[in-house]
């Protein structure tokens, strides 16, 4: 039996000792994916967790994808596997930078992607994913409107509802999707003709003008799923691939980017979540991730506002 096998075994029987669940993000490992009970984007997850009747939670996922779960579940045991599997666009914002922009436009809505920090949350009147962002800030009747972190998000919304955002830090980026390029596109357009191109809208606005479906990561299995289309070029980060074939295993998946061809295909701190550190996880319960009350609640209120302006459009 392949070490590979062993350690799935064990992590398997660990859950059920434990009575834990392990949720895992789009992006995870193939291996990483095949011992989660669910897989699916940051919000989706976060929501999973709150459905669960598991003692324990394991977050496959970036920090603040846990801490997101952690402040929806309060009552359960949430733990990362590594903390320090950070997000170059949660880093991009901190708590006095958004309490300054607060401070100058003091009516404006505050509307954060769902890739920041649960402190920054707690400041926000809405928090947003991918496929909720455009509908949100149409909802709103503000003159001004801040948003964050993501200067390609706030660049496509603005595009889709014609509104100005106040974008806060000016430039927030993904490290993976800020490399794309409508040379790229045109290279995979060329060698693979009959593919449909998915692209996430952490993406430059002329990767999303030119691509045939904008979507998060669960959108972009649905689509996938929903298509009489049989082959996609993915623009997002290359462990979507992995997702890809395994919810929707008739249909073939291009990544737009390969490790070959950049350093920057697969998201460094997604990559940090590895079959090894989730039996650690499961075995020591480690590690804790721990949100302050106060914090969680007005996190969660955010959370419960943005439900409520989405009604049935969600
Ligand atoms: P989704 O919420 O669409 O899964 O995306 C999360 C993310 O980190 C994209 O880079
Ligand atoms: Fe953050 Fe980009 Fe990695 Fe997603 S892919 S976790 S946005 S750095």
Redesign the pocket.
């Known amino acids: 039996m392949s070490a590979q096998s062993n350690i799935v075994i064990e992590i398997k029987k660990l859950k059920r000792e434990k009575n834990a669940i392990i949720l895992g993000?789009?992006?995870m490992d193939y291996g990483v994916q095949l011992v989660s009970d669910f897989t699916g984007?940051?919000?989706d997850l976060a929501v999973k967790a709150m459905k669960t009747n598991a003692k324990m939670i394991v977050f496959a996922g970036?920090y603040f994808m846990a801490e997101q779960a952690a402040a929806l579940n309060p009552d359960k045991k949430v733990l990362s596997p590594d903390p320090n599997a950070g997000?170059s666009l949660s880093d991009s914002l901190d708590v006095d930078t958004l309490k300054k922009y607060k401070e100058i436009y003091p009516d404006a809505p505050v509307v954060l992607y769902?890739?920041t920090s649960i402190y920054t949350k707690a400041l926000a009147d809405y928090i947003v994913?991918?496929s909720t962002a455009v509908k949100v800030v149409s909802k709103l009747d503000a003159k001004n409107i801040i948003f964050g972190p993501d200067a390609n998000l706030a660049n496509y919304v603005e595009r889709k509802t014609g509104k100005k955002l106040i974008k806060v830090p000016p430039n927030g980026r993904?490290i993976?999707?800020a490399n794309y390029t409508k040379q790229l596109v045109s290279i995979a357009r060329k060698k693979y003709p009959n593919a449909l191109l998915m692209a996430?809208p952490?993406s430059p606005l002329e990767i999303l003008e030119a691509a045939d479906f904008v979507g998060?990561?669960?959108q972009m299995i649905k689509f996938a799923k929903e298509s009489p289309n049989k082959e996609f070029i993915v623009a997002?980060?290359l462990g979507m691939i992995n997702a890809l074939k395994i919810q929707v295993p008739d249909k073939v998946f291009y990544p737009l980017v390969t490790t070959e061809a950049c350093g920057c295909a697969r998201?460094p701190y997604m990559a940090m979540i590895t079959l090894e550190k989730i039996k650690r996880s499961l075995e020591e319960e480690v590690y804790e991730v721990k949100v302050p009350k106060d914090v969680a609640e007005k996190a969660k209120e955010a959370f419960e506002r943005t439900i409520k302006i989405l009604g049935d459009n969600k």
């Open positions: 993000h789009n992006y984007d940051s919000y970036v997000c769902i890739n994913t991918s993904c993976v999707h996430h952490e998060s990561t669960n997002t980060e998201c």
